[in-house]
């Protein structure tokens, strides 16, 4: 080939110039570089040197060349000229029309930890090929053979005269990733990933308007119904189960198997004796520590042993250990870490211990109600994790047909989820499951039947054309918007698991004086919904932390609401978040109740609550197993109850307001300790208003009617568009604890919105009149360098949850009802106080409030300390742990036999983002 001018651009050259100089790249990491980088797979990934040369190797040169194939064939789809005519009356028209490739711009390819080589090189090809500059973001563990690579691609791109930065690599650690910001960059066009389903799943939910394609793991699984020769079957399984411990994206993790057992031409084998037979062949290749590490993989991650053992003990309490994960000395890295696997049998009960990816030698054997069930645990697994790989042993035709319909291409169910990888595999034929939709924005040029070799490059060329019928460009749906989600990252993560702790890893000394059970509630998903996700949207899970003379226990459960109930059943998400529009087919639960918001001790049980309000959720604080509605009462049957409706610690009353769209748009009541209705009253609003709390006293109720609510016009045209009215007043309610609607008095204040009170109390005004005195944490509303009202802007800031409150007092004066006003403190933002709560209602002179963060992205609210006030001394301080440390809210937990008002603990999470785990 001849040199080029440094000057030529790469988007210029022809692409057999193209080809021919990546085909110069892979020559050159075959002749020169092959075995250098198997040894660079195998001391940063942990694979055996065999296993490093084949998947890291040779088999990714293969996968390079194989991507160079289609995209010429790609590129070469697309015609130079074309000639249209067309006869207009007397008229010939003619047209001659020219067709260009058009690169797209910079791919940036995310290189895996396991095989960093295998899907980035035929990315970096594919992408190449078609004239777009690639950024290699290698994983931090495995950078050595990444960089191998790219100073190849250097070496060859210079000796053919272009520009060797073609090819950069940018690199990071854990502590500090970069892999968000290059999928975000504006000038970054293409994504290719292959790693976590977790970060895959983001990548496919944020990348827009770039192209993402990702390759992600999932719950692979394997049905064993019958066989003709049972022990060769569970060899061969064994094999599977073992290579590469298990830390690769194809590795069978479920074995599906019928309660009867495994159907032999000598008869059926019992379930036990199966599961037993297959541990023994794993333990048969990993018994002799020389044969193991040429099978097995080190373990790359501390974090997979730690997950070993938490399965290890999970499956001992909840089924059996068929086989004990052991370490072993590596024969030739003294130093390893290693581990042979770990074998559970379990019930299918026990979902939320193998129902999604256990990254790692884990394996489970499920005990199934027969054949049919077998098969269909496996295609939930499918259709509700994804996976890359399903087996089906079976001598029997028609239950491998059956198996076809359910996992194979043409007879998929049409219920996956979107940008997830489905696969079957029967008789060594892996194939790719169809989405259950078209993905706009991603016509395909080219079909392939194996995942195997997974084609990265179908629009890594502009097509030349990508119109709808409409005549609007195609574009790629951002289900989750188009910010990044920080409430889904860190320490908002979802927790995954349902887990009963002793946690005994503790800095400091737990305090003996503390006793009883501090329990928070908080949105945790269980399903991926298909919509665009808010920090409010996740399923309550409720996280218990029991103290007992030193001693410290841990407990997290869902509210079994009854939406979940029915997602659970059902294997998905079946309601869209608040971003989205409500199910119009169900009138009776347009919007899902999560009951994720708020969380109370009344009549025995504890009680979950929805911001949005409604039915109140009782679960039982032993145990956090859900009881059942709070709707004894026949009027409480689909109220919408507000989350912060209060708890009369001294009379045991709940006290609680309802709000909705249809006149009377409130409503209020008490129940007495024993759960009996015994007040209930409408309060006529003006129109349909967003309340968010109350406030209690011993003789009186302060409800809400604040002026940010609906655009009325927008309302009417059946739109939800906030709006804030600032010519109106606030409104407080004063409502006697058992009065009648004729006694509500209504006092006025300066407009504003608020989420939660501190406290309330009745003081005497001096003159024989009872003053409430409310305190609580409104918005600082903004306003521009003028000092001028940002009217449209307030009702973003609550859209982006971008937060900016100070610490406030109201005094409503029920003699002159006249209403007094002052700032307590407007230098810090601060949110969600806190009191002794035995204390409500009454005249308290703390409030433990929470130091709120300010963020330059929407919808990334952080709680970086604490804000105790002293209302006595008009005074506070401020608490915090470091610019890394984030906290949750922190109640306020009175020692045992405590005297003063202050006489106690503050009780909450921290997540510290250095360490990457809560304390």
């Not at 003053?771 to 009202?789: A, C, Q, S, Y």
Request: glycine share 8%; aromatic share 10%; charged share 20%.
């Amino acid at each position: 080939m001849p040199l080029r001018q440094p000057s030529l651009r790469w988007a210029d050259a022809s692409a057999e110039t193209r080809i021919g100089v990546l085909m110069e790249v892979l020559d050159t990491l075959y002749r020169e570089h092959l075995f250098e980088i198997a040894q660079a797979v195998m001391h940063t990934a942990g694979q055996s040197y065999n296993m490093a040369y084949a998947g890291s190797g040779v088999n990714a040169l293969d996968r390079g060349i194989e991507a160079l194939v289609y995209a010429h064939q790609a590129m070469q789809a697309v015609t130079p000229t074309s000639r249209w005519e067309r006869q207009f009356g007397s008229t010939q028209i003619a047209l001659d029309k020219t067709y260009r490739l058009v690169p797209r711009g910079v791919a940036v390819c995310f290189s895996c930890a396991s095989f960093p080589t295998w899907n980035a090189w035929p990315s970096m090809m594919a992408s190449l090929a078609t004239g777009n500059a690639v950024i290699v973001k290698p994983h931090p563990a495995t950078v050595l053979p990444m960089a191998i690579s790219v100073r190849v691609f250097h070496e060859v791109l210079a000796r053919a005269g272009f520009n060797a930065n073609l090819v950069t690599m940018a690199l990071d650690t854990t502590a500090e990733p970069i892999g968000k910001v290059l999928v975000k960059h504006p000038k970054t066009a293409i994504v290719d990933f292959t790693g976590s389903v977790r970060f895959g799943q983001w990548v496919e939910q944020n990348a827009h308007p770039a192209l993402s394609f990702t390759e992600t793991a999932g719950c692979n699984t394997v049905v064993l119904e019958s066989v003709e020769d049972l022990d060769a079957a569970l060899r061969s399984l064994a094999t599977t189960l073992c290579m590469f411990s298990a830390q690769m994206c194809t590795s069978p993790q479920n074995i599906y198997i019928p309660a009867e057992g495994v159907k032999t031409p000598q008869g059926t084998v019992a379930l036990a004796e199966v599961a037993r037979r297959l541990a023994a062949a794993v333990a048969g290749l990993t018994g002799d520590a020389k044969k193991a590490s040429m099978i097995l993989a080190t373990i790359q991650s501390p974090q997979t042993l730690a997950l070993l053992e938490q399965m290890k003990q999970e499956g001992a309490n909840r089924g059996e250990v068929l086989l004990q994960p052991q370490s072993y000395t590596h024969p030739d890295f003294s130093n390893a870490r290693t581990t042979t696997p770990l074998m559970l049998k379990v019930g299918k009960s026990e979902r939320d211990l193998y129902g999604e990816e256990r990254f790692g030698p884990i394996s489970f054997v499920i005990a199934c109600d027969d054949a049919q069930d077998a098969l269909h645990q496996a295609t939930n697994d499918a259709k509700q994790f994804g996976g890359l790989t399903a087996f089906l042993y079976s001598t029997d035709e028609s239950y491998i047909s059956a198996g076809r319909t359910r996992l194979c291409p043409r007879g998929c169910p049409a219920h996956h989820q979107p940008h997830r990888s489905h696969a079957a595999e029967f008789c060594g034929s892996l194939q790719r499951l169809p989405r259950d939709r078209p993905e706009p924005g991603r016509q395909r040029l080219a079909d392939q039947p194996c995942l195997c070799s997974r084609p990265l490059l179908h629009h890594a060329i502009a097509p030349p054309c990508t119109y709808g019928p409409n005549g609007r460009h195609f574009l790629k749906e951002n289900t989750m918007g188009f910010n990044e989600i920080p409430v889904l990252n860190g320490g908002f993560e979802p927790i995954e698991q349902e887990l009963t702790l002793e946690l005994t890893d503790i800095e400091g000394e737990v305090p003996k004086d503390l006793t009883g059970i501090y329990v928070r509630n908080g949105p945790n998903r269980r399903f991926e919904a298909p919509g665009r996700y808010h920090w409010f949207d996740g399923d309550g899970m409720l996280h218990a932390v029991r103290f007992e003379g030193g001693k410290v226990q841990y407990q997290n459960r869902w509210v079994m609401t009854d939406s979940l109930q029915e997602e659970l059943a059902a294997g998905s998400a079946l309601w869209q978040g608040i971003k989205d529009p409500p199910r119009k087919d169900r009138p009776d639960m347009p919007m899902k109740n999560t009951s994720n918001t708020d969380v109370k001790f009344y009549a025995g049980n504890l009680v979950s609550m929805w911001y949005l309000g409604g039915a109140v959720y009782q679960v039982r604080p032993g145990d956090l197993s859900t009881v059942g509605k709070l709707d004894m009462d026949a009027r409480l049957k689909g109220l919408p109850i507000s989350a912060h409706s209060k708890v009369d610690e001294r009379t045991g009353e709940f006290l609680f307001f309802a709000y909705g769209k249809e006149a009377p748009y409130m409503h209020y009541g008490v129940m007495d300790r024993h759960g009996a209705l015994k007040t209930f009253m409408p309060v006529q609003l003006p129109g349909p208003r967003l309340p968010h709390d109350m406030a209690i006293t011993p003789n009186y109720t302060i409800v809400h009617d604040l002026p940010l609510f609906y655009d009325m016009d927008a309302f009417a045209a059946g739109r939800h568009k906030l709006k804030f009215h600032h010519t109106l007043p606030s409104r407080f309610g004063v409502i006697p604890r058992h009065g009648t609607p004729e006694q509500i008095r209504w006092f006025e204040a300066s407009p504003t919105y608020m989420y939660h009170v501190s406290n309330a109390w009745e003081e005497d005004d001096g003159q024989g009149g009872i003053e409430i005195v409310m305190t609580g944490t409104p918005f600082r509303l903004p306003r521009d360098e003028r000092g001028k009202l940002e009217v449209e802007r307030f009702p973003k800031m609550l859209a982006n949850l971008e937060h900016d409150f100070m610490f406030y007092e109201w005094r409503f004066n029920l003699r002159t009802g006249q209403t007094k006003e002052r700032v307590i403190d407007d230098i810090v933002n601060q949110e969600f106080p806190a009191i002794n709560s035995w204390m409500q209602g009454y005249k308290t002179r703390y409030s433990w409030n929470v130091l709120m963060g300010r963020s330059n992205q929407a919808e990334d609210p952080r709680f970086c300390g604490l804000v105790p006030h002293d209302l006595e001394r008009n005074s506070c301080t401020s608490y915090h742990e470091g610019v890394n440390k984030w906290f949750s809210e922190a109640p306020f937990a009175p020692k045992d036999n405590w005297k003063e008002e202050d006489d106690g603990y503050l009780v909450g999470f921290m997540w510290d983002d250095e360490k990457k785990r809560p304390t």
